[in-house]
Antibody, heavy 119, light 107 residues
Framework: VQVVESGGGLVQPGGSLRLSCLASGFTFWSNHMHWVRQAPGKGLEYVAGITSNGDKRIYADSVKGKFTVSRDNSKNTLDLQMSSLRTEDTAVYYC?????????????WGQGTLVTVSS | ETVLTQSPGTLSLSPGERATLSCRASQSVYSSYLAWYQQRPGQAPRLLIYGASSRATGIPDRFSGGGSGTDFTLTIGRLEPEDFAVYYCQYYGTSPQTFGQGTKVEI
């Protein structure tokens, strides 16, 4: 099982960025997927999630209306479109696989991609 | 929203000692949906315990979890050097899922 994030980098406040996650080694279409972030020196914060078939999305209040999560089951990819970025969005963003089925723990995490929001 | 509060913030111990970490929920939760994760410096978190007491694949048996209702614990029987890390609890029976703020186990 592998999940590999890409797309992080430096962006100015108010800007946009799109993160991607490429999954392999499991039946991607059968697992709910999520994004979790970690600000420098801080704890884990849930960001967004999407069901296995993409019909339902969930967001943390802190990103609702700014971030959009999507997936392409034909390409085994998970994306996070981020807009109206603020300095407090600076963090390592992890792509996370939920265990098979519903209401399962997060059994595989990517290595993360760093997003830095700064002028 | 269920808030998870972990204590202590930092636990200072020596290799070979026993560590007991606490996770308290702001309301009663189903133990079936309580997990613990370990995060070593510079690494991604990894799943240790799910369903409050079941070890994830490949996790040594010195790690054990327990509890119910609002109070849960993670116990590390005898600390190995690689166990010095930050530990997070998570409640995944709600959407969005919630994490505790973490407990750092240091030498």
């Amino acid at each position: 099982v592998q999940v590999v994030e890409s797309g992080g980098g430096l962006v100015q406040p108010g800007g946009s960025l799109r993160l991607s996650c490429l999954a392999s080694g499991f039946t991607f279409w059968s697992n709910h997927m999520h994004w979790v972030r970690q600000a420098p020196g801080k704890g884990l914060e849930y960001v967004a999630g999407i069901t296995s078939n993409g019909d339902k999305r969930i967001y943390a209040d802190s990103v609702k209306g700014k971030f959009t999560v999507s997936r392409d089951n034909s390409k085994n990819t998970l994306d996070l479109q981020m807009s109206s970025l603020r300095t407090e969005d600076t963090a390592v963003y992890y792509c996370v696989k939920e265990g098979a089925g519903n209401w399962k723990p997060f059994d595989y995490w990517g290595q993360g991609t760093l997003v830095t929001v700064s002028s | 929203e269920t808030v998870l509060t972990q204590s202590p913030g930092t636990l200072s111990l020596s290799p070979g000692e026993r560590a007991t970490l606490s996770c308290r929920a702001s309301q009663s939760v189903y133990s079936s949906y309580l997990a613990w994760y370990q995060q070593r410096p510079g690494q991604a978190p990894r799943l240790l315990i799910y369903g409050a007491s079941s070890r994830a694949t490949g996790i040594p048996d010195r790690f054990s979890g327990g509890g119910s209702g609002t109070d849960f614990t993670l116990t590390i029987g005898r600390l190995e050097p690689e166990d010095f890390a930050v530990y997070y609890c998570q409640y995944y029976g709600t959407s969005p899922q919630t994490f505790g703020q973490g407990t750092k186990v240091e030498i």
